[in-house]
């Protein structure tokens, strides 16, 4: 086992060597295919969900009304008493009412959900 891992690390050097030369040609093209790829995948792995992601938000934020049920980013679940350009006032409880950012409201809940998690 041992002659085989010397023989190879005598041979891994050369080889390596050698095909860095004969690859010296064509090195410039293959490592904008290399670039573009890498560019490909950023893009459809973190950039695109991502902005779908926010695009998704803006329009979730922008139809907030009165009387909507939301939970925030905190997990906290009201109803929407008032919307204003950047706040909101959620109903949290009987007569306890917060004003919470907009950019705070995570997802709309359906109807009856606070009713029936009280119950």
């Given at each position: 086992?041992?002659?085989?891992?010397?023989?190879?690390a005598a041979y891994l050097p050369v080889s390596?060597?050698?095909?860095?030369?004969?690859?010296?040609?064509?090195?410039?093209?293959?490592?904008?295919?290399?670039?573009?790829?890498?560019?490909?995948?950023?893009?459809?792995?973190?950039?695109?969900?991502?902005?779908?992601?926010?695009?998704?938000?803006?329009?979730?934020?922008?139809?907030?009304?009165?009387?909507?049920?939301?939970?925030?980013?905190?997990?906290?679940?009201?109803?929407?008493?008032?919307?204003?350009?950047?706040?909101?006032?959620?109903?949290?409880a009987e007569n306890v009412e917060m004003p919470m950012q907009?950019?705070?409201?995570?997802?709309?809940?359906?109807?009856?959900?606070?009713?029936?998690?009280?119950?």
């Amino acid at each position: 086992m041992s002659k085989i891992l010397l023989l190879l690390a005598a041979y891994l050097p050369v080889s390596a060597f050698a095909e860095g030369e004969a690859a010296a040609g064509g090195a410039g093209f293959e490592q904008l295919i290399f670039l573009g790829g890498f560019v490909l995948i950023f893009y459809f792995l973190m950039w695109r969900p991502q902005s779908k992601r926010a695009k998704e938000h803006k329009n979730l934020l922008s139809s907030l009304d009165k009387g909507v049920e939301v939970v925030t980013s905190g997990g906290m679940i009201g109803k929407v008493t008032k919307v204003n350009d950047e706040f909101v006032i959620l109903k949290v409880a009987e007569n306890v009412e917060m004003p919470m950012q907009k950019q705070a409201i995570a997802a709309v809940l359906p109807k009856g959900t606070i009713k029936s998690i009280k119950e």
